[in-house]
């Protein structure tokens, strides 16, 4: 077993060659220490289809500009700004729910429906409402060739139709969020609003406006931002929120003991910020949900100069690939019981790991750690004190098990649940 600082670092497995030699360390046993080094590890460099969907934003950049983007994002998901965005989160969900309405009793695929929630979240809290064409149709081919390299001197010459059908979306996504940037800016000069916005975009659009020259952002910083925050604020979260509702429908005592403590905080209102602190057995529920089937379930670092790991001596420009789902399927840590559904583990997150906060990790760890992690969560506790206050869960028949890691971890063929109605005026 593996705690920080430990010398056990697990198995080596060959799983991809590129021209550079590139081999990739898969262990459950790894330590801290190469998530917060951040000399000796760093972000590789992204995969062509990685690439097209995130561009050089956030996630993938290094240094100063890294620190510059960070302080925007720190103050964008933080705080305020979070609580001020919880009534859109609820709108979002009214609508979703809405629709519902319609199809009580009748089986639901929430997969689906909670991508459109998701995007329709992020699009009205980070882009104020609108829509980025495009971005859904990029993350499906980028997750179906998520660990294909370009052969450089083929690729000069010959493009696959995923390849070609990508750069034309990457285009369209560039010419959506120019379109929205242009009126924000339009609105400025006609005297129709004295800011770009107090959004994130807003506050991306000020930054590109900025005097200095050295602080400003460039349009295509601007637009791999927008393309960044939309994919990791959306697929994630779609995620983390499928595979809770299932497990809720599943395990129906833990379901009535999370109605009743949303009922207990919020009776029939809707949720607020204020509340969210006090629901604690729907964060252990999450935190459970997140061990299981952990969205993002390993993260990739590029060894920037050469450094040993444990016994091992890992070469510079190798890439060490942690697998966050393996961390928290480890029945060292957890125990035997590690693949069962038991969210009494997280009374208390440290208790939980044995105070090794490696054992944990579903945002990540370290200063890459995830940016939007609060807004996620607030997000989840929102729609699901909204379901749950409206409706008991089953799972349908027609489900079939089959989770697969596909840029996040997801459902092959949906998850299909039935909702029954509380309320007969519903
Ligand atoms: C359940 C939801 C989420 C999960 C499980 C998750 C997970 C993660 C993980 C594991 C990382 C670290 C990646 C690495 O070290 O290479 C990360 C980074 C990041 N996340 Fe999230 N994330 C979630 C939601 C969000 C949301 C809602 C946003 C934006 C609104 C977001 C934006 C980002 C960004 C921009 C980074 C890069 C941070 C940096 O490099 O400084 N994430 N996330």
Known sequence: ??????????????????????????????????????????????????????????????????????????????????????????????????????????????????RLLTSEVISRTAFGSSYLEGLMKLSVIAGRNILKAKIPI????????????????????????????????????????????????????????????????????LVDECKTFYLAGQETVNSLLAWATLLLAIHTDWQDKAR?????????????????????????????????????????????????????????????????????HDPDLWGDDVNLFKPERFEGIAKATKYNAAAFMPFGLGSRSCVGMSFAITEVKTALSMILQRYTVTVSPTYVHAPASRLTLKPQHGIQLLFHSLHNDA
């Open 1 to 114: 077993m593996v705690t920080p600082g430990s010398t056990n670092t697990g198995a080596l497995f060959l799983v991809g060659m590129e021209f550079e030699l590139n081999c990739k360390l898969q262990t459950q046993n790894w330590s801290k220490r190469s998530l917060k080094t951040v000399t000796a590890f760093r972000k590789p460099k992204a995969l062509y289809f990685f690439d097209k969907l995130l561009g050089d934003g956030l996630a993938s950049t290094e240094r100063e500009k890294w620190a510059r983007q960070r302080k925007l994002a720190n103050y964008a998901f933080h705080g305020e700004s979070l609580k001020n965005m919880t009534p859109a989160v609820v709108a979002s969900v009214e609508t979703m729910l809405e629709k519902w309405k319609s199809k009580e009793g009748k089986e639901i695929e929430v997969f689906q429906e909670f």
């Open 154 to 221: 083929i690729s000069k010459f010959w493009k696959s139709a995923d390849e070609i059908e990508s750069e034309r979306i990457a285009k369209m996504i560039h010419d959506s969020v120019m379109r929205i940037v242009k009126k924000r800016e339009e609105r400025v000069v006609n005297g129709e609003a004295d800011n770009f916005g107090r959004d994130f975009l807003g506050l991306l659009v000020n930054a590109y406006h900025e005097a200095d020259q050295k602080n400003r952002l460039s349009i295509q910083d």
């Open 260 to 328: 009743a403590e949303v009922i207990e905080v919020f009776g029939n209102q809707n949720p607020d910020s204020e509340g969210m602190a006090k629901l604690k057995t729907i964060t252990m529920i999450i935190n459970e949900t997140l061990r299981l089937y952990p969205p993002i379930s390993g993260v990739i670092r590029e060894v920037g100069r050469e450094v040993q790991l444990g016994k091992l001596v890992l070469p510079t420009h190798s890439e060490v690939d942690m697998r966050i789902i393996a961390l928290h």
